[in-house]
């Protein structure tokens, strides 16, 4: 199913329209932001030209990136063209079309943005490798002591004011969870105090304003936050605290990237990106989408996930083990079910290195060496070619079993196929068995301890927002 440089059909131009220079951006953006909103851009642009492989416009456009023009891959067919490293170069994209100031991560263009064949992204890569191999015992104890935490806390808003704001929560406790699964150290108990979720989401803020909105009117968004950068320099304070605790915490992991050639400062602004942006950026939007889907789906799934969770845990003695864990079929199904309909990352870029052919589901496309491939990744994981009726249904047990399983080759949230591991060799996620063991965990504890609970879903600034409006304490199995 992959692209292929070759086809059966003459290769076409690929169809679609950037308009007038800066005019046809600028009237692009406003349509992506307020007046179609990120899904019904791009899929009203298949629909004109009548082609999953379209030119479009993506933000923000003038005057932060210098060329908004990209041919956009829509379907799950053409999209895997993008985790060809012999055709795509990932050289200063991960944000697209703009790159954020290297004065905010301490003057270095840190992993996200190295290409595989720079040699520092080999180096970085495997230090993220070999620290999450080295705290994998420690993952499930440190989730099970804060997300219990969280939840008890839960349980006290909601006798209190018959609600809980579950992303507020989830943001202070993914945080010192990521700090504590990874280097041992509370960022909450050292100076950083509490301080910790807010420096860093406003410095996520500073990096990723050009493609969010805040719902504020379009006259004040678009000067504030889509013409030009936000100034580095009112962040410098948080970022230099942020860095302070990585600096004295992650002492073990520094000592492990200077063995392998790194320097201990270009390693610590790493390690800084890669907890508080890949890290805590992913959960703080991996979370909420999970809950929300789980919630939306209602008690029977509930019930289903009760039974396949207390009893694989009492079959393992009433421990929650990595054994037990993967015993719960049920459970992976529908944490990648949601990473599949709503992926935490949504868009993905990369260079063509060469004159290429892309392969979409109905015809093959001619590429110029150079040219921007944009992937826009609901179109493609949500791929009623692929995925049926239900396409852009959450169905929970869509992956269980033979049949299921192979289905995962389409599911595109860590950058490459589910089927498929991350690599020096490649820009596919390192976090992605970390990510999936996570999610699994975060409906443990909430099955143990829940029979079933309801909350309100609605959106906000990175995706969706959710707030407790009941919990019934478990009844029976280990978790009562
Ligand atoms: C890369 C998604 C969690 C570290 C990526 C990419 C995606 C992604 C889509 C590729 C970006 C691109 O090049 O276009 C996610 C999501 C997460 C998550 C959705 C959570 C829900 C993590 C975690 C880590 C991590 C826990 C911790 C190690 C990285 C790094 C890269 C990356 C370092 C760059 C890889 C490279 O340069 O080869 N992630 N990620 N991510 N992710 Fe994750």
């Known amino acids: 199913m992959a692209s292929s440089d070759g086809g059966s059909s003459a290769p076409k131009e690929v169809p679609g329209?950037?308009?007038?220079?800066?005019?046809?951006a600028v009237r692009d953006r406003l349509d992506f932001y307020y007046f179609q909103g990120q899904d019904k851009?791009?899929?009203?642009?298949?629909?004109?030209?009548?082609?999953?492989?379209?030119?479009?416009?993506?933000?923000?456009?003038?005057?932060?990136?210098?060329?908004?023009?990209v041919v956009a891959v829509?379907?799950?067919?053409?999209?895997?063209?993008?985790?060809?490293?012999?055709?795509?170069?990932?050289?200063?994209?991960?944000?697209?079309?703009?790159?954020?100031?290297?004065?905010?991560?301490?003057?270095?263009?840190?992993?996200?943005?190295?290409?595989?064949?720079?040699?520092?992204h080999t180096k970085v890569k495997q230090l993220l490798?070999?620290?999450?191999?080295?705290?994998?015992?420690?993952?499930?104890?440190?989730?099970?002591?804060?997300?219990?935490?969280?939840?008890?806390?839960?349980?006290?808003?909601?006798?209190?004011?018959?609600?809980?704001?579950?992303?507020?929560?989830?943001?202070?406790?993914?945080?010192?969870?990521?700090?504590?699964?990874?280097f041992g150290v509370?960022?909450?108990?050292?100076?950083?105090?509490?301080?910790?979720?807010?420096?860093?989401?406003?410095?996520?803020?500073?990096?990723?304003?050009?493609?969010?909105?805040?719902?504020?009117?379009?006259?004040?968004?678009?000067?504030?936050?889509?013409?030009?950068?936000?100034?580095?320099?009112?962040?410098k304070g948080d970022y230099k605290a942020l860095y302070k605790y990585f600096s004295t915490a992650a002492k073990q992991a520094l000592d492990t990237a200077e063995g392998l050639g790194l320097?201990?400062?270009?390693?610590?602004?790493?390690?800084?990106?890669?907890?508080?942006?890949?890290?805590?950026g992913g959960l703080k939007v991996l979370f909420p989408g999970l809950l929300a889907n789980v919630a939306s789906a209602g008690e029977k799934l509930h019930e289903k996930l009760v039974d396949e969770i207390r009893g694989a845990v009492a079959e393992a003695g009433g421990k929650v083990t990595l054994a037990a864990v993967e015993k719960m079929e049920l459970a992976k199904s529908v944490v990648w079910e949601s990473l599949r309909l709503d992926p935490p990352v949504k868009?993905?870029?990369?260079?063509?290195?060469?004159?290429?052919?892309?392969?979409?589901?109905?015809?093959?496309?001619?590429?110029k060496k150079g040219e921007m491939l944009f992937g826009y990744q609901p179109c493609a994981t949500r791929d009623p070619r692929v995925f049926g009726a239900t396409a852009k249904e959450f169905v929970p047990d869509r992956f269980v079993g033979e049949e299921g399983s192979k289905l995962l080759q389409y599911v595109y949230w860590s950058n490459g196929r589910e089927t498929e591991n991350p690599s020096v060799d490649n820009k596919q996620c390192p976090?992605?068995?970390?990510?999936?063991?996570?999610?699994?965990?975060?409906?443990?504890e909430l099955f143990l301890r829940y029979d079933t609970f309801t909350a309100e879903v609605g959106t906000e600034l990175l995706g969706t927002s959710v707030v407790f409006t009941g919990v019934t304490k478990a009844t029976s199995g280990p978790g009562s």
């Open 347 to 367: 868009f993905q870029y990369g260079h063509a290195k060469k004159d290429l052919q892309i392969e979409s589901h109905d015809a093959v496309f001619q590429v």
């Open 263 to 280: 320097s201990r400062e270009e390693a610590c602004h790493n390690l800084l990106f890669a907890t508080t942006f890949n890290s805590y």
């Open 129 to 182: 490798f070999s620290l999450l191999l080295s705290r994998k015992d420690d993952v499930i104890p440190t989730f099970r002591s804060n997300f219990s935490a969280l939840l008890a806390t839960v349980e006290s808003e909601l006798a209190k004011a018959g609600k809980a704001e579950f992303n507020k929560l989830n943001d202070v406790t993914s945080f010192d969870f990521i700090g504590e699964a990874y």
């Open 74 to 120: 829509l379907d799950a067919k053409s999209f895997p063209v993008l985790f060809d490293m012999d055709k795509v170069e990932k050289k200063d994209l991960f944000t697209g079309t703009y790159m954020p100031s290297t004065s905010l991560t301490g003057g270095y263009r840190v992993c996200s943005y190295l290409d595989p064949s720079e040699p520092t």
């Open 41 to 69: 851009y791009f899929e009203s642009r298949v629909e004109r030209y009548g082609s999953t492989v379209v030119r479009v416009n993506v933000p923000p456009g003038p005057f932060m990136a210098r060329d908004p023009r």
């Open 186 to 235: 509370r960022p909450s108990a050292t100076d950083l105090g509490k301080g910790g979720p807010t420096k860093a989401a406003k410095w996520l803020i500073w990096q990723l304003h050009p493609l969010v909105t805040l719902g504020l009117p379009m006259v004040l968004e678009e000067p504030l936050l889509h013409t030009f950068h936000l100034p580095p320099f009112l962040v």
């Open 431 to 444: 976090g992605k068995n970390f990510v999936v063991l996570v999610g699994r965990l975060f409906l443990v």
């Open 17 to 24: 329209s950037y308009g007038l220079p800066l005019v046809g």
